[in-house]
Structures are given as structure tokens and as C-alpha cells.
């Protein structure tokens, strides 16, 4: 067999590139998260980690909410200067010049440039260790109207983008590669 | 302002596809996933969401261990037709003729040709609702020897694929956008 084994590690691909947002002393405050992802389906949550000291997780400790922004490519230094720099030093929103905007939640600041954002309410949070895993539940779901297509959400206009940990690299979605639920069926006729 | 409001749903970009492995009464199964991500960095933890019914979790409540398996764009047929069949009617080893091997866990099934491999041990089961999200520690990591560069893993040779719910398709990885924890610099000149 030709597997080199590695020390434990949280190889994961593809991890998400988010903006997570919340009201920190009644200020709005953003920091990039590269990890998490879906955790529920219905009601739908989702689950993002945090490091213990981060800003933001001060403010959802204060309102229990958050939210958490899909920034499009056109936004990726936007998002590493998010991710290399504390709200604690820095207006965030100010430098990057987020247009920030609230829903039915009333305390989980949003980004209007991203083109996905959903607010939500704080379900869990679990202290696993290096850092916080917050689990919420989603209220309200905003998306922006040219993203759309047919009234869906179309993941190829909205652009998002893949944290690669290992190259600290930022990239883009390719190809469509086959359609699910699908393709899988050539392999029945082998039951 | 040119949102649109949805109702509350699990809009993340990128879902992974993954392959979750689990002994099910001794025998290896695996199912396709395509939420959860990582729960925490040290320890290294990931999480996954697996629907109540699933024969999987049978196995995952009877070992408390798993595995969660990046299977390459070459096994796209594989890992639908692990999404739309049930362990409990057809033995998918056999049918997607996985080679399957264990570490250092012993009850956690492996998928020798998928490039990355991890064996995880339980921390959580949470039910939120339609899903478990179960939480595993990383206790193993394998790695396919040629998808390594300078002993690492490179994801540009892994080639794991994305899995869009909205469109029901398999993406694969695009081009390379930016540098992370470097392109953010040029924004420190406007603080």
C-alpha cells in the first residue's frame, strides 16, 4: 500500500473561506474563518471554530448571534486582511469598507458586497480545545439578486472561494466534474 | 440595497464530498457526505452531519470511531453511488471495489484508493435535528504517497471535488486566486 502516514492533522478539502461577523461592545466586527461547514439540515445550522482570544468571539458571547458571509473572489483581499488583522486594533468595516446591514436577528452585522449572508442564533458553543466550535442555527438567509438564477442561488456567479491551509492559498471553484444523484447509477448495474 | 431574502437555509460554499467510514456489525461501510468540515485545530477535530436513519451512524453508535475519506475526481461514480444507496441493501465495498485498510483505531475502515484518509475517535454526537453532527478526534492521518510535494500534501495532485446542493454537481478545484495571509498587507496602508 502506498500510504505515508502523518502526524494527526485536520486534512480537509475543500475548506470554506468565510467572513464570520458579529457585534462586538455594539460595533460590527468581522474576522476570516477557513474551517466549519454545514451542521445541520433542518432547522439549518451551521458550525464555525474560533480561536479562544479572537474579537469576535467576544461579541457573540455578548448577543448570541452571528453571521457569516460567502465573499466572492473580487473580495479575496478583503478577506486576508480579515484574517491578518484583530478587530481589537482595527476598524475592520472601516478599512475595507464593508457596507454593513442588520435582519430579523437585529445584532448579526451583515456584508452587502458578499453575495451570501445568513444570520444566526447561537445553538451550541463547545470548547474543543485550541478553539471555540459554534454551532448556530440559521434565521434568515440574504442573497444577492444578480447571484441568482431561476431564483436559486448560482454558486457559479457568486464566486466563492476555497481556503487551502497547506499552501495558504486562496482558490477558485473549476469545473463541473459530473451531476449527483446521478452518475453513481452506471454502478448498479454491478449490485 | 439589491438582496434578496430566503427563507433560512444552509447555504455554504464549499460543501466537501467525503466518504465516512464505519464498521457496521464488523463490516465496512462508507457513506457520502457532503457537509460538516473541521470542528478544531489542536486537537485536530472534524465533524460531519449524517441523517438519523443512516446505516453508517449504526455503525459509528457501535465503535465510536470513524473515518472520513477525500476521495479524488476519479472516483466521482463511487462516491455518488455511496449517496444513493444504503449499506443495509448492497455491500458498496464491493460494488465500488474499495480496497479498505485500518490504523492504529483497528475499527475504523479506511478507503485505500481515496489520496487522504482519517481515523477519527467520537468526542460528540449532537442531534440537532434531521442530523447528527458527530465530532471525531483525529487519531490517524494517511496520505497517498504521489500526492505528496516536499512531503506535503498538495492539493493540486489530491484533486478532492466540491459538492454544490444547489445544482446537485460535483466542481472541482479551480485556479489559484491569491496568497493567503499576504495579499491582506496591501489593505494596512488604509488604517
Known amino acids: ?3 505515508v502516514t502523518m502526524l494527526p492533522d485536520r486534512l480537509m ?3 470554506p473561506t468565510l467572513l464570520v461577523g458579529a457585534n462586538v461592545d455594539g460595533k460590527p466586527n468581522f474576522m476570516a ?3 466549519g461547514g454545514v451542521a445541520n439540515g433542518e432547522p439549518p445550522m451551521i458550525g464555525v471554530l474560533i480561536r479562544h482570544h479572537c474579537y469576535t468571539l467576544k461579541g457573540i458571547h455578548q448577543n448570541l448571534t452571528f453571521s457569516v458571509n460567502t465573499p466572492s473572489r473580487d473580495l479575496v483581499r478583503e478577506v486576508d486582511y480579515c484574517g491578518i488583522t484583530s478587530g481589537a486594533k482595527v476598524d475592520k468595516v472601516k478599512v475595507c469598507q464593508f457596507k454593513v446591514f442588520y435582519g430579523n436577528l437585529k445584532s448579526a452585522p451583515m456584508i452587502e ?3 451570501v449572508n445568513l444570520e444566526c442564533k447561537v445553538v451550541h458553543i463547545l470548547n474543543l480545545g ?3 466550535f459554534i454551532i448556530g442555527q440559521v434565521e434568515g438567509t440574504y442573497v444577492t439578486e444578480g447571484c441568482l438564477t431561476n431564483g436559486k442561488p448560482d454558486v457559479h456567479k457568486i464566486k466563492p472561494l476555497i481556503f487551502n491551509l497547506e499552501s495558504a492559498e486562496y482558490i477558485a471553484f473549476g469545473e463541473v466534474v459530473a451531476k ?3 452518475i453513481g447509477q452506471e454502478l448498479k448495474a454491478r449490485e
Open 1 to 3: 500500500m502506498n500510504k
Open 180 to 182: 449527483g444523484f446521478s
Open 33 to 35: 474563518v477557513g474551517g
Open 130 to 132: 485550541s478553539h471555540s
Open 113 to 115: 458586497q458578499c453575495p
Open 13 to 15: 478539502y475543500p475548506r
